[in-house]
């Protein structure tokens, strides 16, 4: 079992910034690839941003490309979204999810691992 606990969601103003943060523990090696996915009220959950374990290979949504950023760190078993010019279409429950094998899948349902989520509110 792998556990994800996320961390960092909260209030910002349009073209703001925050940054969440995503600890996983447990079998870990078992879901290498770790990804971002969000929800907002009445909508499908959607992809955000995906990365590999050894950081080779990320995938960004196009309405995030150059403004979110994905680092990992696999020492302290972490993955952060750096999120930058947020726009109030951002709102949304932020997912951290993990998955096998490793690549990068756009999909939710690829995803074996899931956090509670933390919301995120970007205020206009």
């Known amino acids: 079992q792998v556990q994800l606990v996320e961390s960092g969601g909260g209030l910002v103003q349009a073209g703001g910034s925050l940054r969440l943060s995503c600890a996983a523990s447990g079998r870990i090696f078992s879901r290498p690839t770790m990804g971002w996915f969000r929800q907002a009220p009445g909508k499908d959950r959607e992809f955000v941003a995906g990365?590999?374990?050894?950081?080779?290979?990320?995938n960004y949504a196009d309405s995030v490309k150059g403004r979110f950023n994905l680092p990992r760190d696999n020492a302290k078993n972490t993955v952060n979204l750096q999120m930058t010019s947020l726009k109030p279409e951002a709102t949304a429950v932020y997912y951290c999810a993990a998955k096998s094998p490793d690549y990068v899948s756009l999909h939710s349902y690829d995803y074996n691992s899931w956090g509670q989520g933390t919301q995120v509110t970007v205020s206009s």
């Open positions: 990365i590999t374990k050894s950081g080779g290979s990320t």
